[in-house]
């Protein structure tokens, strides 16, 4: 079935720094959706993405989707010690509602 | 915040036990999910919902079975609890003109001891 593989698992940053993490897929995906999740809560939608080549704007956040539709890419610029937590990719499978989720890019910063 | 509810936020019960968790939307959405989330497997979705009394399988059902009467309610059932069922289980919905974004509720911690 189809997969989504998410880089890094992890990352330890400095506060201040730029951050870009990634997620591909061997199919095509027709939407694309970042999600940040804090411990003992549930995924918060940060950006959707839903053409091919768009680049999405979300405060420091900046998602785009990529040309071959089969990837796509989270950045997060000035990263301050809120933005910790793990950041999932998420996409429907192909011509269904049936959501699947990348493994996730734990992220932690420090001050 | 989209207004899902999930009950309960804990249960601790003992294998071969009857469990049900329930999904309550506020916002009259179509489409209903139930997810798991265990460590280094992110989210999988177990099954969904695309209308009353409309469901399908995900990635792992087996074990799991759900049920949807009205629009606003998605239960999930564990029939017979296993310990390899503990685990944190996410509601989610979508639909309406945003209906390719996806909302979650806050959770629900089960542990099947």
């Known amino acids: 079935g189809q997969q989504l593989n998410q880089s890094p698992q992890s990352m330890f940053i400095q506060e201040g720094e730029d951050v870009s993490m990634n997620c591909t897929s061997s199919s095509i995906f027709n939407t694309w959706l970042w999600y940040k999740q804090e411990p003992g809560e549930g995924p918060v939608l940060l950006i959707a993405?839903?053409?091919?080549?768009e680049l999405t704007s979300n405060g420091r956040l900046t998602a785009q989707f990529g040309i071959t539709r089969k990837d796509s890419f989270l950045n997060i610029s000035a990263s301050i010690p809120s933005d910790v937590g793990i950041y999932f990719c998420?996409?429907?499978?192909?011509?269904?509602?049936?959501?699947?989720f990348g493994t996730g890019t734990r992220l932690k910063v420090l001050a | 915040d989209a207004g899902i509810t999930q009950s309960p936020r804990h249960k601790v019960t003992e294998t071969g036990t009857p469990v049900t968790l329930r999904c309550h939307q506020t916002e009259n959405h179509r489409y209903m999910y139930w997810y798991r989330q265990d460590p280094g497997h992110g989210l999988r979705l177990i099954h969904y919902?695309?209308?009353?009394?409309?469901?399908d399988k995900g990635e792992v059902s087996d074990g799991y079975s759900v049920s949807r009467s009205k629009t606003e309610d998605f239960l999930l059932t564990l029939e017979s609890a296993t310990s390899s069922q503990t685990s944190v289980y996410f509601c989610a919905i979508s639909g309406g003109q945003g209906h390719e974004k996806l909302f979650f509720g806050s959770g629900t911690q089960l542990s099947v001891l």
């Open positions: 998420a996409g429907p499978t192909s011509g269904t509602y049936k959501y699947i």
């Open positions: 993405l839903y053409k091919a080549g």
């Open positions: 919902s695309y209308g009353v009394k409309d469901t």
